[in-house]
């Protein structure tokens, strides 16, 4: 809402103030103040001309050179483009070396030959944005008034210098949409009073509204009131300037006199109000009522709408004639040849309007105040006052008498308050006097009863007001935020930790983290082939009934493709080294559930180089057992240790099928590990890629290994190697498995630390080489111990296993 | 030539061959040339045979006192032969220590990751518990329990992604107020928690909307909570993430859910309160959003009002990391780039 200081000062005083300090006490008392500016702000030197004569240029088809009267001894010629230009105008001139808007200078020029001393000014010109330029000015230069003196500056007469200041009100302050809402606001923050005009209607004794329009009766629910009023015999104009200026400052095109004095009252009163052309009407029967479903109407922007069940309309006979409160009809609108004006003013329904504009996308101003509501105790009198208004702008006369349906007697809301719950909740400590004072600066009326409680009575203008809370929130307002003490609360101990579940999620991102890689957070919605891929269990895909962008349209099920899209955004920047991991939700969904449930995942994504060669070290790409290994670490150090296994897996399409493991828990499946297919990874344009997959929930489920100290050893320990030459089809799971059942009670450790395949080795064999560690705790190991342990362990491999020791 | 001066005339000549020998094999042939079994010392000893009863113990002694100056001279030799080896191998060694380091593997947390465990580790010292609730929402916490029915206007300040009439992506973290303040216990004791985590908003990207960003919701309820109370615990937020210094203000605010509102400013730690770039001239910079319960908030979770209240407030880490580190798009905290990422890895 764009308030004029110079029309509030009209209703309480501020030309007392600075204009930019009345908006930072506003902005700390009220309402955020998105600026205060005046349209002149940054111009200079432009002024009335008159032009003298004005003569077609010789060289030019459509330029004219025009002799101005700018208030010096002798005119200036200029030259003008626009079509609407002609001598006897008054006209906006910038002078040479004038600044006009958007920081351009105009300087004296010759156009096509011509000396140009200046320039003559449409209004967007200079600062007027296209939304509030008159339609007859919208392609030309701007004429100014008859009497406007040439050589005068032209702000003052087009309202230029008027101080705007853009308040921002929210939705519980739809008081304040209105300058006379603004004008109270201002009282109580300065504790000031307020003036306000109040219209007499000079009504026609001669004609009776009830002769000659009819009013249905109508659901309170859906409106109260619903009043009319009439004008006749009325000449459509342009609306007398000063209104005018009011209107564009306030953000508004002035149309004509009937239309104009609409949108005044709105700003002026917060009150919307609908001309109609009564002549229009073929009934002379208006109802209000729910449309039909399929209903159509034809709105003042030219749409054809077609109307739902629950849409408020306005009706002649049966014909809808207008979305009530949302906007008018074409077919009764107010043109030209109007004669006889219809007046609405009403309360409707809220959140009938606002379904209606949010659905049309149709949020005027008037809908905006229907929905933020509207001050009851002046439904009439705006209506007066514009049919008033009405009447001596277009010469007309007021048909007497308002038809009215569903009429509301304005009441004042008392709510009770103890002094000490405001001070409770502050913190304050403010006497009864200061509180009764912040009420009376607000114009409610205050009562103390013998216990001490106010009864404060709040007027319907600030329907906002209704339960204690509401008063308190005006106290700390106006008492002033910046005044309220700065303590702790005091209160019994709580302890604060992370719970068991939060503490595992936390450092499984640091061992993350300390495994080298860095934590990504990617976007939660994505497309639904992404969001399936990549799946540990199955489940229903959840998808946004209104989707903003085909990029985000599908809950998230899996983390790798996210990672991926990262992968993808890094390579495609030549960064071709990359080690993310992600922790975050995934969203699963049950047959038949309405709502996914969330569950905790974390999985990781390498690519290219872990590390780049050094003068030191040669370089170390990325490759499955390097993932594994990250995977392993963190998995330990979660404490899981146990029944852990590795299952090669083809079953993942988007996977590469030698290359990719499940990974089960005690035969539960936890997660998944691989390569990813490279036909994939084209079609993603990244490079070789190796994810993981855990389900983050599982893990923090599972019990986890109780942390015991376990007395080092003081006997050394022994170790012996063995070298195999194994069928390719055999794994390394099941010859550690053979050697870990037959190892006996002092084998500790199994170590891998050879795999050879290669010209020394038949086709279709490999050779490993493991080291047994033994150990034991309360003796020295004999050969004989070790030796008889090994061999059964070489035994039994030969046996179970098709291996040949070399 | 007698004894002694045979004697005299080997310790001279053994003493210069010692000094002489270069190496280790050298002195150890010099010690067997005159220490050994057929050395010349020896020799002497055996040629005392032929000397006087008195002369004998002279002889002796001189001897001895020869043997025992070349066995020194020769352990000296030895061990200085060894200082020298061993700083020539030592010299051999030298490396160039202005040679680059070998680099650490170690990947960094998010930033926005960061600031929020700085938060939460400012709330748990304060003994707040975190709790954290679903990111897809039912409408009925969402909204309504935050004293928002259908229809009501303020749903229009957040663009809210619907998956069904009832389900949506919480478009804020303070639907886990209305679901802890339902279940808490207040016989028990207050509740004093923080929920941090992903919102979502019908928000077209750019540099400054994201349609995915986090918050962090607070809230305390007790009996005895004041607005005051409200104040001092925001200026422990903005001292801890913007430094000791700063300041706040409150400027009123509108959130339905709480009553009184506030906006809250801290005074911009980029000019402290001058005017810059940061603040937009005003020597403040908007952070977070906060204010006293709504009482009909607490009706509707069964908390009487009456005899309970409490404040809340919400912060958005986006924010704030781009205010500290002067990120000016917020699509960089989503897009992951290692370039990006990687540089919040100061710790401390």
């Avoid at chain 1, 913190?427 to 001490?452: C, N, R």
């Avoid at chain 1, 063995?722 to 059942?741: C, F, G, M, R, W």
């Amino acid at each position: 809402m764009k308030v004029s200081t110079k029309w509030l000062n009209e209703y309480v005083k501020v030309d007392d103030l600075k204009p930019e300090e009345l908006g930072e006490k506003i902005e700390r008392t009220a309402v955020e103040v998105d600026g205060v500016s005046r349209r002149a702000d940054g111009q200079k030197k432009i002024v009335v001309g008159h032009i003298l004569e004005c003569v077609p240029h010789p060289n030019s088809d459509h330029l004219h050179i025009c002799q101005v009267d700018v208030g010096d001894e002798e005119p200036y010629q200029i030259v003008c483009g626009a079509p609407n230009v002609a001598a006897g105008q008054n006209v906006i001139v910038a002078l040479p070396n004038s600044w006009i808007a958007g920081h351009i200078k105009i300087k004296k020029s010759k156009m096509r030959g011509e000396l140009s001393m200046g320039m003559i000014c449409g209004l967007q010109e200079i600062g007027f944005p296209d939304a509030v330029v008159p339609k007859e000015f919208a392609d030309g230069i701007y004429v100014l008034p008859e009497d406007a003196v040439p050589g005068e500056p032209v702000w003052d007469y087009l309202g230029m210098d008027e101080s705007i200041i853009d308040v921002d009100i929210t939705p519980n302050r739809g008081d304040m949409l209105s300058m006379r809402g603004v004008a109270h606001e201002v009282a109580a923050i300065y504790d000031r009073q307020v003036s306000l005009p109040h219209p007499t209607v000079k009504e026609d004794a001669s004609s009776k509204i009830e002769d000659l329009l009819g009013l249905e009766d109508a659901d309170q629910e859906l409106v109260a009131p619903y009043k009319l009023r009439m004008v006749k015999n009325v000449t459509i104009k342009p609306s007398p300037m000063w209104m005018q200026k009011r209107l564009w400052n306030a953000g508004i095109r002035p149309i004509n006199n009937v239309v104009d004095v609409t949108n005044y009252i709105l700003m002026d009163y917060g009150q919307p109000l609908h001309a109609f052309d009564y002549d229009k009407f073929d009934s002379k029967k208006l109802t209000v009522r729910l449309a039909n479903e399929g209903e159509k109407l034809t709105t003042l922007d030219g749409e054809d709408r077609e109307l739902k069940a629950t849409d408020l309309v306005i009706a002649d006979g049966d014909r809808a004639i207008a979305l009530a409160g949302v906007m008018g009809g074409e077919d009764t609108e107010v043109s030209d040849g109007t004669q006889t004006v219809v007046l609405e003013a009403a309360i409707f329904n809220s959140s009938k309007i606002r379904k209606t504009a949010r659905r049309e996308n149709l949020h005027s101003e008037a809908s905006q105040r229907f929905e933020r509501g509207i001050n009851v105790a002046t439904v009439q009198e705006a209506l007066d006052a514009a049919a008033q208004m009405i009447a001596e702008f277009g010469d007309g006369q007021v048909v007497s008498g308002t038809l009215e349906i569903n009429h509301v007697d304005p009441e004042n809301v008392d709510v009770e308050i103890m002094p000490e719950r405001i001070n409770k909740v502050l913190g304050t400590a403010l006497t009864d006097e200061a509180i009764v004072g912040i009420f009376e600066q607000l114009g409610f009326g205050v009562a103390k009863d013998e216990t001490g409680t106010l009864t404060v009575s709040v007027p319907p203008r600030r329907w906002d007001i209704a339960i204690q809370a509401d008063l308190i929130e005006e106290v700390a307002r106006i008492y002033g935020y910046d005044n309220i003490p700065t303590t702790l609360p005091t209160m019994p101990l709580t302890e604060g930790h992370y719970t068991k579940a939060q503490k595992i999620i936390r450092d499984a991102r640091a061992i993350l983290e300390s495994a080298g890689l860095s934590q990504a957070i990617s976007y939660g919605l994505t497309t639904e082939l992404k969001a399936k891929r990549f799946m540990l269990d199955e489940a229903e895909m959840t998808q946004l009934d209104f989707p903003m962008s085909s990029d985000h349209t599908t809950l998230r099920m899996n983390l790798i493709s996210g990672l991926l899209d990262d992968v993808a955004y890094n390579q495609a920047r030549k960064v071709n080294d990359v080690a993310l991991y992600e922790q975050g939700r995934v969203f699963l969904r049950e047959k038949d559930a309405e709502r996914p449930n969330d569950i905790e995942h974390i999985a990781g994504a390498l690519t290219g180089l872990f590390h780049e060669a050094t003068w030191h070290d040669a370089k170390k790409p990325v490759d499955f057992y390097l993932t594994k290994g990250i995977v392993e670490y963190l998995m330990n150090s979660l404490g899981i240790t146990d029944g852990i296994r590795y299952e090669a897996t083809a079953e993942y399409e988007e996977m590469h099928p030698g290359r990719t493991a499940k990974i089960y828990v005690n035969d539960e499946l936890v997660g998944l590990i691989g390569e990813v297919h490279p036909s994939l990874a084209k079609e993603l344009k990244i490079k070789p890629t190796y994810v993981f997959e855990l389900d983050l929930q599982k893990l923090i489920d599972l019990p986890k290994n109780a942390e015991t100290y376990v007395p080092v050893s003081k006997y050394p320990e022994v170790t012996r190697d063995i070298a195999l030459l194994v069928p390719n089809e055999i794994t390394n799971d099941q010859i550690v498995e053979s050697i870990k059942q037959n190892g006996g009670r002092f084998l500790a450790d199994i170590k891998l630390f050879d795999l050879y395949q290669g010209e020394k080795i038949d086709d279709g064999f490999k050779s490993l080489a493991y080291t047994l560690v033994y150990r034991n705790s309360e003796g020295t190991l004999s050969d004989d111990e070790i030796n008889q342990a090994f061999d059964k362990v070489v035994k039994k491999l030969q046996e179970e296993l098709e291996v040949t020791v070399r | 030539m007698n004894l002694q001066d045979r004697l005299e005339e080997l310790q001279t000549e053994g003493l210069a061959a010692i000094k002489a020998a270069n190496d280790t094999k050298a002195v150890n042939d010099i010690r067997v040339k005159y220490l050994g079994k057929k050395g010349p010392i020896t020799e002497v000893l055996r040629g005392m045979r032929d000397l006087d009863k008195e002369e004998r113990p002279k002889v002796g002694a001189l001897a001895n006192k020869v043997r025992d100056a070349l066995a020194n001279a020769i352990a000296a030799r030895l061990n200085e032969l060894e200082i020298e080896k061993t700083a020539k191998k030592l010299e051999a060694e030298k490396i160039d220590v202005t040679l680059p380091g070998v680099p650490v593997k170690a990947g960094q947390p998010h930033v926005l990751a960061q600031i929020i465990d700085e938060i939460e580790k400012l709330f748990l010292g304060l003994g707040f518990q975190i709790i954290e609730g679903p990111e897809v929402e039912e409408d009925h916490y969402n909204f309504e329990m935050l004293n928002l029915p259908p229809d009501h206007p303020a749903r229009d300040m957040q663009d809210t992604f619907y998956i069904t009439k009832k389900t949506l992506m919480r478009t804020q973290t303070s639907p886990v107020q209305a679901r802890t303040l339902e279940k808490h216990d207040f016989s028990k004791g207050p509740l004093k928690m923080i929920s941090p985590g992903k919102v979502y908003r019908r928000d077209t990207d750019d540099a400054t909307h994201s349609h995915q960003f986090h918050q962090v919701e607070g809230l305390v309820v007790d009996k005895n909570i004041t607005m005051a109370d409200l104040k001092g615990t925001l200026e422990l937020v903005a001292k801890t993430i913007f430094g000791e210094d700063r300041e706040i203000r409150l400027r009123p605010s509108y959130f339905p859910f709480t009553e009184p509102s506030a906006e809250v400013d801290v005074s911009c730690f980029k000019c402290g309160g001058k005017g810059c770039a940061v603040c937009k001239n005003s020597g403040w910079i908007e952070v977070l959003g906060a204010g006293m319960v709504h009482p009909n908030v607490l009706k509707m979770a069964g908390v009487d009002p009456e005899v309970y209240g409490g404040f809340a407030f919400g912060l958005g880490p986006d924010r704030f990391a781009m205010l500290k580190y002067g990120v000016d798009d917020i699509r960089e905290f989503y897009l992951n780039d290692m370039r990006f990422l990687n540089q919040f890895s100061q710790k401390g």
